[in-house]
């Protein structure tokens, strides 16, 4: 039988399932087995935070998928030194075929379709043993699952597949919706759109009347695939594939249920007795964010002074004076004025600078430990792109704008200068959060900001890990 050892995560989910491992290695932690983790709503809760908990990892969304990796692909950063343990400087110079760029390529895959089996076997059970479920309960739970599923498909789409507008038709990834050793053939880039918004719409049919965030503002939700979470990311996947009608009615949804407001500047810049309690994250802001337990360290070895300024992430303040136009007017922007800051006379992105500490529980009041996954910035984001006329799409940027201590645009722009102001944004907006690279392939940006490189469509294409190559055969023509 051939089989995809990098599709099952070198089938570690494998022993993850079997009636002698621990199902997540998750807090809570839990030692059931199978058959006995899907007889309870309990289990059931517990196997989904144990999918979340994999998503916060630094293979994903706690590093690589976030402020590392995908972020310096975007050309974030200026300091790379391999020397003071941050492996970067291929992954900037888009070198591929390095030993560094396939080791965080191979962590990805693996790492990802790890956390899709674990997705599926939750999914499956909430048929096979629905019984133990409520009605609330099942809605919940599956449709969060199918919506996480949706979720890590699309970023392996959007890093490994083709981009759509010429690749709709080339092979890009399997979408997974099974637990087994069993090789499938890699769907089309439309494929593997149409699988994820598939899931999502039965997702967001099942969550719409049962999901707390939908009745009530309950921040615990904030970091969980929620129902305005899978609608942003309907918007996200819809503009992705071109559909771009469809993507403004999915934003609109978000931004329209009134529950997320933008951070004002008090909360941005605040400092209570000497103590900066800033709200960094913008965390009224999040539709969608991971929490990651552990970020201290990772956040502390790549943006803080460590005795010498090359042994951190960061770039120079000419670079950032740059990224934000302070010579235009920017020196006004909240994100440059609140989010760089000093430390051992360097200056450092300061998004991720913690202030709980590792024992401060879901259930305070954080403005920290997160990762965003979707911003409520990015939802106006999508409607002054899609919008009819560049007037009505500036109108939405000056929201935004406006919102960050910004001018406004003029409404005069033409629609290649709302193109560019549009851009500016997502440089400015989703620094070392690792949307920008994604933003740029989506564009087809022939440069990218502080690359002075013309980009060609395989640099937006990151290679099939060989593993997977070689155990699939279904890649080839």
């Not at 289990?43 to 908990?53: D, K, M, P, R, W």
């Not at 899709?116 to 009605?135: C, G, H, M, P």
């Not at 690792?434 to 440069?447: E, M, N, S, T, V």
């Amino acid at each position: 039988m051939k089989r995809t050892i990098l599709i099952i995560g070198i089938l570690a989910i494998g022993a993850m399932f079997s009636g002698c491992k621990k199902f997540l290695d998750v807090q809570p932690k839990t030692s059931l087995p199978e058959e006995q983790l899907f007889t309870s709503e309990v289990g059931f809760q517990q196997a989904l935070s144990g999918v979340y908990g994999q998503l916060a990892g630094n293979n994903l969304y706690g590093d690589n998928l976030s402020m590392g990796f995908v972020s310096a692909l975007a050309q974030n950063y200026s300091t790379l030194n391999t020397n003071a343990g941050i492996s970067l400087q291929q992954t900037q110079l888009l070198n591929y075929a390095s030993a560094e760029v396939v080791g965080y390529t191979n962590a990805i895959w693996s790492s990802s379709y790890s956390a899709i089996a674990a997705a599926n076997k939750i999914i499956a059970n909430t048929e096979t043993n629905r019984s133990v479920l409520t009605n609330n309960s099942y809605a919940q739970l599956r449709g969060e699952a199918l919506a996480l599923r949706a979720f890590i498909h699309f970023d392996l789409l959007r890093m490994f597949g083709p981009e759509y507008t010429a690749g709709a038709n080339l092979k890009a990834i399997p979408y997974k919706k099974d637990v087994n050793e069993n090789a499938i053939i890699p769907g089309t880039t439309a494929d593997v759109v149409k699988f994820a918004l598939a899931d999502l719409k039965e997702a967001a049919d099942l969550l719409l009347t049962v999901d707390p965030i939908v009745t009530s503002d309950l921040r615990s939700r904030r970091n969980k695939l929620n129902y305005y979470g899978i609608k942003a990311l309907e918007a996200r996947i819809r503009l992705y594939s071109g559909d771009k009608s469809g993507a403004a009615a999915a934003a609109n949804v978000v931004i329209s249920s009134g529950k997320y407001a933008f951070v004002t500047q008090a909360a941005a810049g605040a400092i209570s007795s000497g103590l900066v309690v800033r709200d960094r994250l913008y965390f009224n802001e999040q539709v969608f964010m991971i929490r990651v337990r552990d970020i201290l360290p990772t956040v502390q070895r790549y943006f803080r002074f460590r005795g010498a300024l090359d042994q951190t992430l960061t770039r120079t303040p000419a670079n950032f004076a740059t990224l934000y136009e302070t010579s235009s007017g920017g020196g006004t922007d909240i994100r440059f004025v609140y989010r760089l800051e000093q430390d051992g006379g360097s200056l450092f992105p300061s998004k991720f600078w913690q202030a709980s500490t590792a024992t401060t529980t879901i259930t305070d009041n954080l403005l920290d430990q997160y990762v965003p996954g979707i911003r409520l910035s990015e939802m106006y984001y999508i409607l002054a792109e899609t919008a009819e006329t560049p007037a009505a799409g500036v109108g939405y940027l000056n929201t935004v704008r406006q919102n960050r201590g910004l001018s406004n645009l003029a409404t005069t722009l033409s629609a290649t200068d709302l193109t560019a102001a549009i851009t500016k944004e997502y440089q400015k907006e989703f620094y070392a959060e690792g949307q920008l690279f994604f933003y740029y392939k989506r564009i087809k940006a022939l440069r990218m900001q502080f690359r002075n490189i013309n980009m060609t469509p395989a640099d937006y294409k990151l290679p099939i890990p060989d593993a997977e190559l070689q155990f699939n055969p279904n890649y080839g023509n």
